[in-house]
């Protein structure tokens, strides 16, 4: 099975700051087809997930360009610039590539 | 896009749910579905996968108890959770597998409690 280790496990922020979480993924996330299915989710408080970013940088409808995604092959990063009082919650990346399909253990995000 | 989860509740282990997701808004039948599970306090655990054409797939901790179906003339997604566990307690979501290998829909979630 693919490992998802994120780091940290919790920051705190300024409201206005920038931060960046870490994934990287035991193996490589390249599909055979050559497309990289890593994304990004994040859990509010009291919700289920939602869908940020998909294969690694591509902002899913509706989201801010304040997110944004990068990496490839293992060792991906999301930042968050000007942070708002609405992103705080927890933030999991996640592969698509391969079965079974698994989560990185998730980030914390609390504003100072 | 909307899924709502439906059947959780509070069951002794060694017994049986069925978990039911109802969607509307899109063409049901087009899309595969998962069901992703979420301990207590944990994070997101996927449990099985449908393909639109009915193949399924499953995570090795639930293969074997669990079975996930769908009915595409109901729109409903179904995961019958059979010898349940204490570690099967757990909210379940169903989620929507989009083109780009992505869940991009998710329901609010299931409650199942495994506790005698």
């Known amino acids: 099975d693919v490992v998802m280790t994120q780091t940290p496990v919790s920051l705190s922020v300024s409201l206005g700051g920038q931060v960046s979480i870490s994934c990287r993924s035991s193996q490589s996330l390249v599909h055979n087809n050559g497309n990289t299915y890593l994304s990004w989710y994040l859990q509010k408080p009291g919700q289920s997930p939602q869908l940020l970013i998909y294969?690694?940088?591509n902002r899913f409808s509706g989201i801010s360009d304040r997110f944004s995604g990068s990496g490839s092959g293992t060792d991906f990063t999301l930042k968050i610039s000007r942070v708002e009082p609405d992103d705080l919650g927890v933030y999991y990346c996640g592969q698509g590539t391969q079965y079974p399909f698994t989560f990185g253990s998730g980030t914390k995000l609390e504003i100072k | 896009v909307q899924l709502v989860e439906s059947g959780g509740g509070l069951v002794q282990p060694g017994k049986s749910l069925k978990l039911s997701c109802s969607a509307s808004?899109?063409?049901?039948?087009?899309?595969?579905m998962h069901w992703i599970r979420q301990a207590p306090g944990k994070g997101l655990d996927w449990v099985a996968y449908?393909?639109?054409?009915?193949?399924?797939v499953y995570a090795d901790a639930v293969k074997g108890r669990f079975t996930i179906s769908r009915d595409n003339a109901k729109n409903t997604l179904y995961l019958q959770l059979n010898s349940l566990k204490s570690e099967d307690t757990a909210i379940y979501y169903c989620?929507?597998?989009?083109?780009?290998?992505?869940?991009?829909?998710w329901g609010q979630g299931a409650s199942v409690t495994v506790s005698s």
């Open positions: 989620a929507r597998w989009a083109i780009s290998r992505v869940m991009d829909a």
């Open positions: 294969k690694v940088s």
């Open positions: 808004g899109f063409t049901f039948s087009s899309y595969g």
């Open positions: 449908i393909s639109s054409s009915s193949g399924t």
